[in-house]
């Protein structure tokens, strides 16, 4: 090396001595170029006492051509040779770390700390409750292994994991669930990416199940009593939408006439306060308002009755304005987390036309609609109307009795007190029938004790989700249903059990497929003592029969588990019977009077589904339009078939059910 070179370098060795001034070119290697004054501030150099030392030390590094000056933008930046400097002096500090032979945790906060054992301790105590003198035997037993480990950082997640290994050798099984990380495999998060379908959900659907994950584990390990969750992994029972399990209510239900506009007083500071509607506008944008802000606070369906009277009241009906309503909807409550079905109950004593008007051009610009439309009392005249909305996709339900969800979950059970204008329903818990049915070995009497008893954990189910669901709302997590406004009462919130495969339990108590009054005999019987059970355990609690996600996964587990020869279905799919799918075509007295009484027996809620191929509507409580339809995943257009799309030839398709929740 020169005589020259040799000054050179000793010059730099000179300028980067300095702490002030090796920071300062971190800062720039990390933060880009900056203007003299963001680069002081960011050096930590901040009175006016301070601007010669600092004027010092960046003139050192501009000289050594460490740091070099933009003249016509008026930023410094870091050199090659100063981004040089800055790479070697990391190496340097790793390596002393490694000779210093400590221990480098990453630590969860995204920094580098020396390891402390006292935080293995403090974990012990504070998070999973251990005794401190057990504690410190762990700890010093993890210590001693992580020692050996020859590795430069320890990680976090990693000295967790060791503990619980720990934990678990030496049988503390309960300590290790109240320690354990919730989280994702990497490979899992990977695939997620990889699979996920932009046309359906995009990133929104990546983020909601990523969080759906976390959320499912930790309401499964630390807010179910054990014997729930044992009954869900098993098959017995089936949770849905666990990650919101304790967080938000399944269904909202919303009474028009005592709506009085969207105020908050000291929540959601930057929402707009929509009060009382004056005008058919204000009264459309206030229904907006409050749907947006009940799709982010419900996780199955928002119900809004009293529709009819409250456009009413706010002036003539305007099915272009409607419609604009109508297209804008599945906007606000698409969130990710949650996707309510949103159901604008109508009052058929009043003049639907209009509405009928804007929901059929919803329904033409919508491959998959979210909006329903649960006409009461329909007259003669509009039935043969709605029946062909339905026929091309719509989602539409007759109702005869009470209030109801588009899904078929009743507002009220039984004869409650005077109720609010918003209250919330609880169910998503499903309960495997014919898994039952199977263990009684066609002993109808044993079929039914074991009902009373599943039913029991199905309550304390209900129950424990009730818990910390007013906890969530008393903190305030839900700001619109919040106990606080006094728009939601904590007295009653209703809670129902999903009835699952009743028709292939009714089969296998009896041997084959029974003749219609003998399936009736017994549906009775079952239903009356279901009935009884919830009855007994105290009021609030209900039965019901509706559609969803477990059919399912509950046959699928009940295949692995006893196998095709044993287990019973009653259609193509591998799923059971939920709420009936009956052909009116093929009505008869009998049939009605069936339907009738469960009607009657599940006073949580029912739904009979009637194929929309034609044929006399029974008179039942409520009836719900089913047709089912291939929407081509190219063009959007609803197929009758899954073979090409009539429309653009696409062989790409989306199997759709106006009774599912798709």
Request: hydrophobic fraction near 40%.
């Amino acid at each position: 090396m020169s005589e020259g070179s040799s000054r050179r370098v000793k010059s730099i060795y000179s300028v980067i001595s300095s702490v002030n001034r090796l920071e300062i070119l971190k800062i720039l290697n990390n933060k880009g170029p900056m203007t003299y004054s963001e680069l002081k501030a960011y050096a930590g150099f901040k009175s006016k006492k301070e601007s010669g030392k600092f004027a010092y030390h960046l003139r050192k590094l501009v000289r050594q051509n460490l740091v070099g000056l933009n003249r016509s933008e008026k930023k410094y930046y870091i050199t090659n040779l100063g981004r040089l400097i800055v790479n070697l002096s990391r190496q340097i500090e790793e390596q002393s770390m490694v000779e210093s032979g400590k221990l480098y945790v990453r630590t969860s906060k995204q920094v580098l700390e020396e390891f402390n054992p006292d935080k293995i301790l403090q974990s012990l105590v504070r998070e999973a409750g251990m005794p401190v003198e057990l504690a410190q035997k762990i700890t010093s037993e993890a210590e001693s292994r992580l020692y050996k480990f020859q590795t430069i950082y320890l990680t976090a997640q990693l000295i967790r994991e060791l503990v619980n290994a720990l934990l678990l050798e030496h049988g503390y099984e309960e300590y290790r669930q109240k320690l354990t990380r919730l989280g994702m495999p990497v490979y899992d998060v990977t695939q997620l990416i990889n699979d996920s379908d932009g046309r359906l959900d995009g990133i929104e659907g990546v983020m909601a199940k990523t969080s759906d994950a976390v959320l499912s584990e930790y309401f499964l390990l630390s807010k179910l009593p054990k014997d729930v969750v044992d009954s869900h992994f098993s098959g017995d029972i089936c949770l849905l939408n666990v990650g919101t399990w304790g967080l938000m209510p399944d269904d909202v239900f919303v009474d028009l006439d005592e709506f009085k506009g969207v105020e908050f007083s000291d929540k959601l500071l930057s929402i707009p306060r929509v009060g009382r509607p004056s005008g058919l506008y204000d009264s459309i944008t206030g229904l907006l308002a409050l749907i947006s802000l009940l799709g982010k606070e419900a996780s199955k369906g928002i119900t809004l009755f009293n529709f009819s009277s409250y456009l009413e009241r706010h002036g003539a009906v305007n099915p272009g304005m409607l419609s604009k309503a109508f297209s804008l909807i599945p906007y606000l409550v698409r969130n990710g987390y949650s996707k309510p079905l949103v159901g604008f109950v109508i009052d058929g004593g009043y003049d639907i036309g209009p509405l009928l008007d804007a929901y059929e051009h919803y329904l033409s610009i919508t491959p998959i609609p979210r909006i329903a439309l649960i006409v009461k009392d329909a007259k003669e005249d509009a039935i043969d109307r709605l029946v062909s909305i339905a026929n091309r996709g719509g989602r539409v339900g007759l109702l005869n009795d009470g209030i109801r969800s588009y899904m078929g979950i009743k507002r009220e059970l039984d004869s409650p007190p005077a109720l609010p204008s918003l209250t919330i329903a609880l169910h998503s818990l499903s309960l495997n029938l014919p898994r039952l049915a199977y263990d009684a070995n066609m002993d109808e009497s044993y079929f039914r004790a074991k009902l009373a008893i599943a039913l029991q954990t199905c309550i304390d189910a209900l129950e424990a989700r009730k818990r910390a669901l007013l906890e969530v709302l008393r903190k305030g997590l839900l700001p619109l249903l919040s106990l606080d406004k006094g728009v939601l009462s904590a007295d009653y919130i209703p809670m129902s059990i999903n009835l699952v495969g009743l028709r292939e339990a009714i089969w296998s108590l009896i041997g084959e497929e029974p003749p219609t009054d003998d399936y009736f005999a017994l549906q009775d019987k079952i239903l009356e003592t279901a009935s009884r059970v919830v009855r007994d355990r105290g009021e609030g609690i209900g039965i019901c029969m509706v559609n969803d996600e477990s059919s399912e996964r509950l046959a699928r587990l009940d295949v692995d588990k006893f196998g095709k020869g044993i287990v019973m279905l009653s259609g193509n799919r591998m799923a059971y019977s939920q709420a009936p799918v009956i052909d009116g075509k093929g009505l008869f007295d009998g049939l009605v009077r069936g339907l009738s009484r469960a009607d009657r027996l599940l006073n949580g809620g029912y739904v009979v589904n009637l194929k929309a191929e034609g044929g006399p509507i029974p008179r039942l409580p409520y009836v719900r339009m089913a047709k089912e339809m291939y929407v081509c995943k190219v063009c959007g257009f609803r197929n009758e078939r899954d073979d090409r799309c009539s429309k653009c030839g696409s062989t790409s398709f989306l199997r759709y059910s106006t009774i599912g929740q798709a």
